[in-house]
């Protein structure tokens, strides 16, 4: 009010000094500035006294979540005390304070703590974050028997958290049952490989069950994942309690799936790639099939490469599908790629230099082998091998020679 009065007294005070000086019409314009000024003071001031709008709501939230993941939990409540008391309808504002308040853990925060998150769950006794953070707090206490139901509840409504599949089975373990606990633990391991605690549990409840060599083999899991940089460890400390102890943003819009397209996911129909008289050979899980596709020719038209798929009297060659659009594809025998020998894998790539892709052929023969193809030509000319790393050392496959590379350039 201050400032209103003071830029009020210098409209109200100018223009007689004005008047003054200027005469008549000096007054009437001083008149003017004088009632601009006024009026622009108590727009001012209307405008601090109005609530803040939604925005600033999220950005200052999202701002508190900022602060709790740099660990800086007062700074971070006092925001959410803030928020809160202006906003009493979110509730995830006030889960927000709480979390804030349990892991700032001063004197009474967790009984505060327990307080909010005990007004959200009778507001919404489905919410799973209100849920969750009453478990924590109850388990933490030493409250097991109050705190499983809890973890159940949230384990049910959202099967695939770790977390709280992993709270329940610690919260009967502390009950002696050691089945349920095993089964429990067992199943969080399995939703989180990485989860290091999962798998101590599990070793625990193996020993008290008197399985000694299972729970040897579970702790050393345990052992090695120690050296494994995703693993977690499950502690009573913020980003250690699973996704639902962290204070989360707001006003986020959700992830929307992509619909899935109508129709059958694969057409039914099938391609034809050849003539019958083709013969094609049997790929199986030990010879698998290489199957790439590229515009080989450069018309638009994604092709396809499938390596040693022909059996031509008792010679492998490579089947160079070429996409003909209506048409289908039309297997085109004379290209320079179809004649390379030995082809286990085709790469592709499209360099600056060329328009059309470049293909580097893997194959599977002796070292001083290689050739580069042209298509324009259909030449092969002889080049000396050129030192690799995959030439030189010797291949991971069931024989005795070395993987080499056969560079064909289409252009």
């Not at 596709?293 to 009297?313: E, M, N, P, S, T």
């Amino acid at each position: 009010m201050f400032r209103v009065s003071w830029i009020a007294a210098i409209g109200l005070h100018w223009p007689p000094l004005s008047a003054m000086r200027f005469g008549p019409a000096a007054r009437r314009t001083c008149r003017l500035f004088a009632a601009v000024g006024l009026i622009i003071a108590v727009a001012c001031s209307d405008s601090r006294n109005r609530r803040p709008p939604a925005d600033d709501m999220v950005g200052l939230n999202n701002r508190g979540v900022g602060l709790m993941g740099q660990f800086n939990y007062d700074a971070a409540r006092d925001i959410f005390v803030g928020l809160a008391a202006a906003h009493p309808d979110r509730l995830d504002l006030q889960v927000n304070l709480a979390i804030a308040t349990l892991n700032r853990q001063g004197e009474g925060d967790a009984d505060q703590a327990r307080r909010i998150l005990e007004r959200v769950a009778t507001a919404d006794p489905r919410n799973l974050r209100a849920r969750y953070g009453l478990g924590l707090l109850l388990l933490n206490d030493g409250h097991t028997a109050d705190a499983l139901p809890h973890f159940v509840f949230v384990a049910g409504q959202d099967p695939t958290d770790a977390f709280a599949v992993y709270y329940a089975a610690r919260c009967r373990f502390e009950q002696n049952d050691f089945a349920g606990a095993l089964t429990g633990y067992l199943r969080a391991l399995a939703l989180a490989p990485q989860l290091r605690s999962a798998a101590y549990g599990a070793s625990q409840a193996m020993q008290r069950l008197g399985r000694a060599a299972e729970a040897g083999r579970l702790l050393n899991v345990f052992r090695e994942l120690e050296t494994d940089p995703r693993s977690e460890v499950v502690e009573f400390k913020y980003t250690r309690m699973g996704r639902l102890a962290d204070a989360v943003t707001i006003d986020d819009p959700p992830r929307q799936p992509a619909p899935r397209p109508a129709g059958p996911v694969f057409d039914p129909t099938p391609v034809a790639l050849g003539p019958t008289s083709v013969t094609w050979r049997r790929f199986d899980a030990s010879h698998p099939a290489s199957i790439t596709a590229a515009d080989i020719d450069g018309d638009g038209q994604i092709d396809l490469f499938i390596a040693g798929a022909i059996d031509d009297r008792g010679a492998t060659r490579n089947a160079v599908l070429v996409n003909r659009g209506a048409a289908g594809f039309v297997l085109d025998t004379a290209h320079p790629l179809a004649a390379v020998p030995g082809v286990t894998a085709a790469l592709w790539a499209t360099t600056t230099t060329t328009a059309s892709p470049t293909c580097i052929c893997v194959v599977r023969a002796p070292t001083s082998c290689g050739a580069r193809r042209r298509r324009d030509s259909g030449r092969t000319s002889p080049r000396p091998p050129t030192p690799t790393a995959a030439a030189a050392r010797p291949s991971t496959a069931r024989c005795s020679t070395r993987i080499t590379m056969a560079i064909s350039t289409c252009c």
